[in-house]
């Protein structure tokens, strides 16, 4: 797993990124690896929290770990209400805290496109902002 945070650390670099996008902190890995509000939560923690902001990094990120075989583990909201961001491998958590903008959107297919941390309700100001006429509802089924 060293090896994969040193490629991955290299890679963006090489991308310039020029802020140290990923965590070792103690306090960081176990807010990571660990809910309160969760049903599950196994021993392990993962090794490291990774902060992408954009979907390059993102495809950057799952290459090394896919090269070196490192569990991914997504991280957004944080309830993990299910034991979803568990890492009981290990495994880098690659939390989208930073990835929150709209990347496209269609007004008259009423189609979206969207970074995976905007959350309803932000997006539901935004949608307002443009004047769209639009708004995406709870869903009452989850």
Known sequence: MENALK???????????????????????????????????PDGLPVAVVYPRSTEQVSTIARVCYK??????????????????????????????YMDRIIKFNKDDMDIVVQPSIGWQDLNEKLGRMDSGLFFPIDPGE
């Open 7 to 41: 490629e991955i650390r290299r890679e963006l670099i090489k991308s310039g990124e020029e802020e140290d996008i990923i965590s070792t902190d103690p306090d960081d890995l176990l807010a990571h690896g660990y809910s309160e509000w969760s049903t599950t939560n």
């Open 68 to 97: 070196y075989r490192v569990p991914i583990i997504p991280y957004s909201g944080g309830s993990s209400l299910e034991g979803n961001f568990s890492a009981p491998y290990g495994g880098i958590s690659v939390d989208f805290a």
